[in-house]
C-alpha cells in the first residue's frame, strides 16, 4: 500500500489521551530545525465531519452503514482536499492526525462487520507512523466519566472490544506498511508525551 510521508496518526480507544497528547505534542512547535507542524482530526471540522459529530451525540440517527461511508468522505475531504494533508505533507510539513482509518477498522468493523470498513478504506494511502495509546478500559471509562455529553461508542462493554480489537489489528496495519508504535497510556500526560516525542524523533522528517 502507498504509504504518506510525514504522515502520523494516533489511535486507541476513547479517553486513552489522543486529543491530550495532540496538544502537548504542539507546544514542542516552532522549534530550531523543526518542520512546519499541522494538527488535525478525525471527524474533521468540516462539513461531513459536523454531520457525524451530531450522529455520534445521538442527535441525528443514522445506521452503522451511513456512519462509515461519512467516516470515509470526511477523511477523502482531509486527505485530498484545499490545504488537506496530501497537500501538507507534500510540501514537508509533519501532519499529526487525532484518529485515521484504524478508527474506522476497528469501530466500525464492529458495529457493520469487518468488509464494509474495508472496502470503503482500502483506497486509502496508510500514514508513516501509527502510534497506539494503549490504556485498560476500566481506567479509560474513568478517565472519560466526567466528561459533560457521552458520545454513542462511549460505553465500557463496546471499548472493551474497541480495545481488543485495536491489538487484533496492530499487525495488520504494520503489514499494510506503517510504523506502529504502542505507547503505555497509563502514566502521567508528561512522561506520555516522552515516549511520543521519542517515537516521533526516529521520522526522516525530524532527522533534517
Ligand atoms: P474522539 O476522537 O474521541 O473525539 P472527542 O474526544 O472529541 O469526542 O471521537 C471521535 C469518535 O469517533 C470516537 O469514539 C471514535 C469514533 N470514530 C469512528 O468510529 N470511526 C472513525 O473512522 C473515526 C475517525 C472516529
Not at 93 to 103: F, H, K, M, Q, W
Amino acid at each position: 500500500m502507498d504509504v504518506i510521508r510525514n504522515f502520523v496518526v494516533l489511535e486507541g480507544a476513547d479517553g486513552s489521551g489522543t486529543s491530550t497528547q495532540l496538544e502537548l505534542l504542539g507546544r514542542r512547535f516552532p522549534g530550531p530545525g523543526l518542520p512546519v507542524f499541522h494538527p488535525t482530526a478525525e471527524p474533521t471540522g468540516g462539513e461531513v465531519g459536523r454531520l457525524i459529530r451530531l450522529a455520534l451525540k445521538g442527535q441525528v440517527p443514522l445506521l452503522p452503514e451511513t456512519l462509515a461511508r461519512l467516516f470515509a468522505a470526511d477523511r477523502g475531504e482531509h486527505l485530498y482536499g484545499r490545504g488537506g494533508v496530501l497537500e501538507r505533507t507534500g510540501r514537508g510539513e509533519l501532519v499529526v492526525s487525532d484518529r485515521y482509518t484504524p478508527s474506522s477498522m476497528v469501530y466500525q468493523g464492529l458495529e457493520c462487520g469487518e468488509e464494509l470498513p474495508r472496502r470503503l478504506n482500502e483506497s486509502f494511502p496508510v500514514p508513516e507512523l501509527i502510534l497506539f495509546f494503549d490504556l485498560d478500559p476500566q481506567r479509560a471509562a474513568e478517565r472519560i466519566q466526567n466528561r459533560p455529553e457521552k458520545e454513542i461508542y462511549e460505553y465500557l462493554d463496546f471499548q472493551i472490544k474497541v480495545h481488543d480489537r485495536y491489538l487484533k489489528l496492530l499487525p495488520v496495519f504494520r503489514a499494510q506498511g506503517s510504523r506502529v508504535v504502542e505507547i503505555n497510556a497509563a502514566r502521567r500526560p508528561e512522561e506520555v508525551a516522552e515516549e511520543v516525542w521519542a517515537a516521533l524523533e526516529k521520522l526522516p522528517i525530524m532527522e533534517l
